[in-house]
């Protein structure tokens, strides 16, 4: 699996969009690059995932670079249940989907 | 919101016992998984079942044993608990037979092993 590197930390202010950034330079090319969150003392939340083409959900955006060596999750009005960690995977889909490694994260803190 | 639950959701217990941590989804999944993390540390894969009968070791060591009788009942079971158990253990599902389905997790059971 391609390895990902994430930010350590974020802010974000209350209403403003919160873009985290990821990057995985090492992604094959029927890699998937997947988000998910974990609020507090909760289960991790999928958000979105997206193979070459930009995605769009309910809940967020997912920008990925022409030679997919990168990726921005945009959250496009924070609030402040936003706060979480956001994970950034890299992972070929399939049966073997289920074997996430969920790294450190980035810790986003959404502030009034 | 996914339906998978897990009881207790806290559980304290003495070293040397015998603990279930239960974990069921009524959404029919074929796919199951366990996973363990530490507070402020990473997720690591511990139990995978894609269906019932199939139980495989994921990628994170554990002296943790699970079973799948039932698709909707995936519990893990430590024979003997000792202080090194205590972690959060999170139950996820999926669909089976696609190439993507995404993982809907439980909110975990945190185990503390005095």
């Known amino acids: 699996d391609a390895k990902t590197t994430q930010p350590t930390s974020m802010d974000c202010a209350e209403g403003r969009a919160a873009n985290l950034p990821c990057n995985h330079s090492t992604i094959s090319g029927n890699e998937y690059v997947y988000w998910y969150r974990q609020i507090h003392s909760q289960g991790p939340q999928y958000i979105i995932h997206g193979l070459k083409n930009n995605e769009t959900n309910e809940m967020a955006s997912l920008i990925i670079t022409e030679d997919r060596k990168s990726s921005t999750l945009i959250l496009p009005h924070a609030t402040l249940r936003d706060t979480a960690v956001y994970y950034c995977?890299?992972?070929?889909?399939?049966?073997?989907?289920?074997?996430?490694?969920f790294g450190q994260g980035t810790i986003l803190t959404v502030h009034p | 919101e996914a339906d998978i639950y897990q009881t207790p959701r806290y559980l304290v217990i003495g070293t040397g016992k015998k603990i279930t941590l239960e974990c069921s989804q009524t959404?029919?999944?074929?796919?199951m998984y366990w996973y363990q993390q530490d507070p402020g540390m990473e997720l690591h894969l511990i139990h995978y079942?894609?269906?019932?009968?199939?139980?495989e070791k994921g990628d994170l060591s554990s002296e943790s044993t699970v079973s799948r009788i039932r698709t909707e009942h995936f519990p893990l079971t430590l024979e003997s608990a000792r202080p090194s158990h205590t972690s959060q253990y999170l139950c996820a599902s999926s669909e089976g037979g696609r190439s993507f389905s995404p993982l809907h997790f439980g909110n975990g059971t945190r185990l503390t092993v005095t």
């Open positions: 959404m029919g999944h074929d796919k």
């Open positions: 079942s894609y269906g019932v009968n199939s139980t």
């Open positions: 995977i890299v992972r070929v889909g399939g049966t073997s989907y289920g074997k996430l490694t």
